[in-house]
């Protein structure tokens, strides 16, 4: 469904991007993970139109994307959330979700019933007067991911939708981003949250300073020894292995 192929992208010294390529397969949920300042976000910005590559190609649905402007790509079909949510201040949750929804629908009244059919479906539809900038953390997750899907996309990628929630608010979302995918909407997500990425993501890609260094099956992909070592810091899988062996 999307093609990245060879991606690069440097800010002054750092190579924040380099070469990478993967698929992303429809119908699924894809993620992809790393740690701090892989270049997970930068990925993201470049697919998603925020960032124009240095080399390399996007393809979505069978079309060269590359470099088109953000909201051309979302008109296309595929949208990305942001790490940080930041509400519309002054405006209701339904007004809120609203703006997702004017990216494919003129009238108001229409926008707005889009709103609170995408409100419930994410579990936000007893706050849709509330003003969305009083929203607990959790309900702000809520409403970013309502207000990508209120833009009908056929693919989202979530900016670590889960970050700054705890293990039950975790919970909680995690039914709401399989509910989106059982709705149609093809997802890519980055996660932090280990638990989240084993039990929703059925392949993922690991980034380590701009490179891709593994990819497969999460449970696998966590045990490599390269990917430990990208996590944990240069030598340390080897130091893990041999305590293992010590303790078997
Ligand atoms: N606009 C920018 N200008 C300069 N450097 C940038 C810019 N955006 C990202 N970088 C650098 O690119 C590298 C990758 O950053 P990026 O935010 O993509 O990593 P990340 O994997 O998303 O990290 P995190 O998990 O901490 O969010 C970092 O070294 C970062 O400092």
């Given at each position: 469904m999307l093609e990245v192929d060879g991606i690069s992208k440097a800010f002054g010294g750092v190579q924040a991007s380099n070469n990478v390529s993967?698929?992303?397969?429809?119908?699924?949920?894809?993620?992809?993970?790393?740690p701090n300042g892989a270049g997970k976000t930068t990925l993201f910005a470049l697919i998603t139109g925020f960032h124009k590559p240095d080399a390399g190609r996007v393809t979505l649905?069978?079309?060269?994307i590359t470099g088109?402007?953000?909201?051309?790509?979302?008109?296309?079909?595929?949208?990305?959330?942001?790490?940080?949510?930041?509400?519309?201040?002054?405006?209701?949750?339904?007004?809120?979700?609203?703006?997702?929804?004017?990216?494919?629908?003129?009238?108001?009244?229409?926008?707005?019933?889009?709103?609170?059919a995408v409100a419930e479906q994410v579990g936000l539809g007893d706050r849709l007067?509330?003003?969305?900038?009083?929203?607990?953390?959790?309900?702000?997750?809520?409403?970013?991911?309502?207000?990508?899907?209120?833009?009908?996309?056929?693919?989202?990628?979530?900016?670590?939708?889960?970050?700054?929630?705890?293990?039950?608010?975790?919970r909680d979302v995690i039914p709401v981003i399989k509910s989106v995918r059982e709705?149609?909407?093809?997802?890519l997500l980055i996660e932090h949250v280990m638990q989240a990425v084993m039990s929703l993501s059925e392949y993922t890609w690991v980034l380590n300073q701009g490179t891709l260094i593994a990819e497969g099956v999460p449970s696998d992909v966590v045990n490599d020894p390269q990917v430990v070592e990208?996590?944990?810091?240069?030598?340390?899988a080897e130091r893990i292995a041999k305590q293992g062996a010590r303790n078997a």
């Open positions: 993967l698929s992303v397969p429809e119908g699924k949920i894809t993620s992809l993970i790393g649905l069978g079309e060269d088109l402007p953000p909201e051309v790509i979302a008109q296309k079909g595929m949208v990305r959330t942001f790490q940080i949510v930041q509400p519309f201040a002054g405006q209701t949750v339904r007004e809120n979700i609203a703006v997702g929804a004017h990216l494919r629908i003129r009238s108001r009244a229409e926008a707005l019933a889009k709103a609170e007067d509330m003003d969305a900038a009083s929203l607990t953390v959790a309900g702000r997750k809520r409403l970013e991911v309502a207000r990508a899907l209120a833009t009908q996309p056929k693919l989202i990628l979530f900016d670590e939708v889960l970050a700054g929630l705890n293990p039950s608010e975790i709705s149609g909407v093809t997802i990208a996590y944990l810091g240069k030598g340390m």
